[in-house]
């Protein structure tokens, strides 16, 4: 896994590279995760922020999941913060990211993790 780390990254040059995966924080520097994946033919990683996942209610944690599953369609995505977990990250949180991924509206939908 590449992980860009910071607000300014060269995306444009990550083709150029052979890893399978590729990590920035995609909350909070471009590209979204959907234009990510128009650029990049591997996996991206990402779609919540260390902020939230940390200091924010459930809801919150769920619904940034929700919305990066619906902008990568579920596939080529692995759903994680744009950095480091922090360690002080409440079970209830990851909990909630994890329930997200295993959602059975979005398996209905085609979406989420694939068995």
């Given at each position: 896994?590449?992980?860009?780390?910071?607000?300014?990254?060269?995306?444009?040059?990550?083709?150029?590279f052979s890893f399978?995966?590729?990590?920035?924080h995609d909350r909070e520097a471009p590209p979204a995760l959907s234009e990510a994946q128009n650029l990049y033919s591997g996996a991206v990683c990402g779609g919540l922020r260390q902020d939230t996942l940390v200091y924010?209610?459930?809801?919150?944690?769920?619904?940034?999941?929700?919305?990066?599953?619906?902008?990568?369609?579920?596939?080529?995505?692995?759903?994680?913060?744009?950095?480091?977990?922090?360690?002080?990250a409440s079970h209830g949180n990851l909990m909630?990211?994890?329930?997200?991924?295993d959602s059975p509206l979005l398996k209905g939908e085609g979406l989420g993790?694939?068995?």
């Open positions: 896994m590449l992980h860009l780390h910071g607000r300014d990254v060269y995306f444009e040059i990550v083709s150029e399978p995966i590729v990590n920035w924010r209610e459930q809801a919150e944690v769920q619904s940034e999941a929700e919305d990066a599953i619906a902008q990568t369609n579920g596939q080529r995505f692995i759903l994680s913060t744009g950095c480091v977990v922090p360690v002080i909630a990211a994890r329930n997200t991924v993790v694939r068995s």
